[in-house]
């Protein structure tokens, strides 16, 4: 059997087991959960010794450190991942559950049910611990899932989903429920992206030119961001403390994620105090500074930000920095050259907060607290499928509920149009 006709197994037995999952029990689903989480721990040492081989290869190829990093388990990842499926199991079951009910004049009583969606593609790059992420999520919400990661994390996915499937079948659900794909050649992704018989919806993680290719080649609906241009505000009424820790944060301590703030924007009143201090405390930290001509204005020696500087989504210890008059030209500013996923404002004036919360068209918009929080776990969702930048049918990290949708169920007595 070719890859071609074992991808295309792979999606008919994911659609004969969706349909399995639509009924089963939430306390079969959060027993298996709760196994997986355990088993993940019990083998750690195998886990971290296949990541190793995909880590030796990635410094092979000499794949960049936020990769390598991105691709890196540790014992307190392989942790996170099981605290984050047993979160998922002591969540609420959204399967099943009625959103709201109305009666017509007619007598008909009409609701909205939540329903899985059914089979899940999950095509992503690095992070092994997605692997884990997205079998819980879609196994919570009733929905078969098929995962593909990148060929640099082949033998961190393997291992885990080794893991997960024993659990699967140890604990009487269809071990078909949760599948990796284990070609690594592209072509097997553009055959995953024409199965719309079998597969309901696709969701890519990754860099923006994975998601582009998806986005593109995709027979099938597909749930996107294509990048995280994050920007971080400094109102002239900021408290200039928090306002330094949150953008020291908000870069520093995880660049090569696309929750990282990649541009600074600083109102023009506070730049002469705040600007030196700050860029001075960031290149402690190793960051390479481009700034507009304002900011050179106070700090000369910063490389000077080109146009194309301001669309960058760097993943990498590098930032654009720039000098703003007013609160408008901030927004404007991020409305121009951001991409709708995590905004963030630094301000004590309660009005300025609320503008910009109102104003700011992105799928995660802060006050006061670094954009490094927009993550499914950090928002109590236990693990995230991704974070969707569009509009339909979610936005922003996607959790359990996010893995439904609804379908109409109305009761009569008898009732016909006229």
Not at 90 to 101: E, K
Not at 186 to 205: F, K, S, T
Not at 218 to 233: E, L, N, Y
Not at 357 to 362: I, K, N, Q, S
């Amino acid at each position: 059997m070719d890859f071609k006709e074992k991808i295309v197994t792979q999606a008919r037995l994911a659609k004969k087991a969706s349909r399995s999952l639509a009924s089963l029990s939430s306390s079969s689903k959060d027993q298996a959960l709760r196994q997986i989480a355990e088993l993940l721990l019990e083998n750690e040492n195998k886990i971290l010794t296949a990541n190793q081989k995909d880590i030796e290869s990635a410094r092979g190829k000499q794949l960049s450190e936020a990769m390598i990093d991105r691709l890196t388990l540790t014992s307190a990842r392989i942790n996170g991942m099981a605290d984050g499926l047993r979160e998922i199991a002591a969540q609420p079951d959204p399967i099943g559950s009625v959103d709201r009910m109305w009666k017509r004049p007619n007598g008909l009583e009409i609701g909205l049910l939540r329903v899985p969606l059914g089979v899940v593609a999950i095509i992503y790059e690095s992070r092994p611990n997605v692997t884990s992420d997205a079998a819980g999520l879609c196994l919570k919400a009733g929905n078969a899932v098929i995962l593909r990661g990148g060929s640099e994390a082949i033998h961190s996915n393997t291992a885990i989903i080794q893991i997960i499937e024993y659990s699967l079948e140890s604990t009487g659900l269809p071990k078909e429920s949760i599948q990796l794909i284990s070609f690594t050649e592209r072509q097997a992704v553009q055959e995953l992206l024409r199965l719309d018989e079998y597969i309901d919806v696709v969701i890519p993680r990754g860099g923006e030119s994975l998601i582009r290719a998806v986005v593109e080649n995709s027979t099938i609906p597909v749930i996107k961001h294509f990048k995280g241009v994050c920007h971080t505000f400094i109102d002239d009424k900021a408290d200039l403390l928090m306002a330094q820790k949150i953008v020291i944060n908000a870069k520093v301590q995880r660049p090569g994620v696309c929750n990282a703030m990649e541009t600074l924007l600083v109102h023009k009143n506070i730049s002469d105090e705040f600007l030196p201090s700050i860029i001075a405390k960031l290149r402690d930290h190793g960051v390479e500074i481009r700034g507009c001509s304002k900011t050179q204005a106070f700090v000369p020696d910063v490389i000077p930000a080109s146009e194309e500087d301001w669309f960058k989504e760097y993943l990498d210890l590098i930032l654009a920095v720039k000098v703003v008059d007013s609160i408008d030209e901030a927004i404007d500013h991020i409305h121009h050259y951001g991409s709708m996923h995590s905004e963030a404002i630094v301000t004590s004036d309660y009005q300025l907060a609320r503008k910009f919360l109102h104003e700011v068209d992105a799928a995660a918009v802060y006050v006061n607290a670094s954009t490094r929080f927009t993550d499914g776990g950090a928002f109590g969702l236990g693990a995230e499928i991704g974070i969707s930048t569009q509009k339909l049918h979610a936005r922003g990290p996607m959790g359990v509920k996010d893995l439904t949708t609804t379908k109409y169920i109305i009761y009569g007595d008898g009732q016909i149009r006229e």
